[in-house]
């Protein structure tokens, strides 16, 4: 009888590690890895990891690079939703994994496996993430977590894989980074205590530059378009454009609190030069083109969107809608930002846009009215007073007047 075929998410860490050598030799499976690349590898980190697959004994390995699926199905709506978790946080990783499992999926599919792994602990959010997206698009394939379910240590991984022959580096870092083309998220024994914070050190991208410099963000029915006048077609490039020019003044550090979708408390660091600036220089030009109540919907869709993203529900079929009413939203949104970069920091200068609303006929705020007199204002004050004018009459009326 033939093997049964299992595709696992593979990293080249220690755990997918484990994973390859205990489906093959305690299973019996026959092991296909494959990394979903969202813009985090290099085109030699890949090289390594596919060559650990092929020593560990994997029957193949695919590197499917699905950057351009992530800008298209994610990111795009991220910007046009202006969405930061907790008003802090890009969603950086967690928004990857969503299509980090489809991609596995749906090439566990393509090759007829009977069964799809992962690496994820059951201490975490990815666990959740990966499992859903695996039953929601393929409940016919059986889900195997080798990690999570044995409650394995590292010392026994990495004796285990030493007596089944495969010898390699597998100290453990420091730090832990996870990179990707919208952030990279820190963890370390600082991220595990309340009142600590993360060391210089500890930042993939460290301090550059220095004094100030000017840059421009252009954008067309919200999405990137031109970075210092230079335009691009490809989004992906845009954003690496921006993150190359940010990273080196050392901007978009931050630590992430929030809940996890297992009901803990969980704690990160990260830097996200490229999405912070973008974002900001975003909601900026929206306050300049967008009416109020445009602006007030879009803030309350845009932060539903961002956590069920966060929490495992892209596939959940109102997210479609909520990315309706962001693109449309989007029509008006183009124009140019300037913003001015110094260490670890940055200021918004201004907007430049054909659809600015403070380009008006209408009057120019605290300065002159055009397009009403003074007589219109007071009546119109007058008949907005009434309501509060009712309410304060009836209360002194009965003794209780605030």
Request: proline share 2%.
């Amino acid at each position: 009888m033939s093997k049964k075929k299992v595709v696992l998410a593979f990293s080249g860490g220690l755990d997918t590690s484990f994973a390859v050598k205990y489906l093959t030799e305690d299973l019996g499976y026959e092991v296909h890895t494959a990394i979903a690349n969202t813009g985090g590898f290099t085109d030699e980190e890949l090289e390594v990891i596919a060559d650990k697959a092929k020593r560990l004994g994997a029957a193949s390995h695919a590197s499917l690079d699905i950057t351009k699926d992530y800008y298209d199905r994610s990111i795009r709506y991220m910007v046009a939703g202006n969405v930061l978790r907790n008003g802090t946080y890009p969603i950086s990783v967690s928004s990857e994994r969503i299509f980090q499992a489809i991609a596995i999926i749906e090439y566990a599919k393509k090759i007829g496996a009977d069964a799809v792994a992962h690496g994820s602990t059951g201490a975490g959010n990815d666990q959740v993430r990966f499992d859903l997206t695996f039953q929601i698009l393929a409940p016919e394939i059986e889900i195997i977590t080798p990690t999570r379910d044995m409650t394995l240590t590292r010392e026994y991984e990495i004796n285990y894989l030493r007596d089944h022959g495969y010898v390699a580096d597998f100290t453990k870092m420091e730090y832990s980074i996870n990179k990707g083309l919208w952030g990279t998220s820190i963890g370390g024994k600082e991220t595990l205590h309340s009142e600590q914070t993360l060391p210089e050190n500890a930042y993939p991208s460290q301090l550059e530059a220095s004094g100030e410099e000017d840059i421009t963000i252009s954008f067309e029915q919200g999405e990137i378009s031109a970075v210092n006048g230079k335009p691009f077609a490809d989004k992906v490039e845009a954003i690496r454009e921006v993150e190359r020019l940010g990273a080196r003044y050392a901007i978009g550090r931050d630590m992430h609190i929030g809940d996890t979708i297992i009901g803990i408390k969980g704690r990160v660091g990260f830097e996200a030069a490229g999405p912070m600036l973008i974002i900001a220089a975003h909601k900026m030009l929206e306050k300049h083109t967008l009416t109020k109540w445009q602006q007030y919907w879009k803030d309350q869709v845009g932060t539903w969107y961002g956590m069920f993203l966060h929490e495992a529900q892209y596939l959940e079929p109102v997210m479609r809608d909520i990315e309706a009413m962001l693109l449309s939203s989007q029509r008006n949104v183009s124009g140019t930002v300037t913003i001015r970069l110094r260490p670890y920091g940055y200021t918004l200068v201004g907007v430049d846009s054909p659809f600015d609303l403070m380009k008006t006929d209408f009057g120019e705020y605290g300065e002159v009215n055009k397009a009403w007199s003074a007589d219109d204002v007071k009546g119109f004050t007058k008949i907005l007073g009434n309501q509060m004018k009712i309410y304060h009459n009836v209360q002194r009326r009965n003794g209780k007047d605030e």
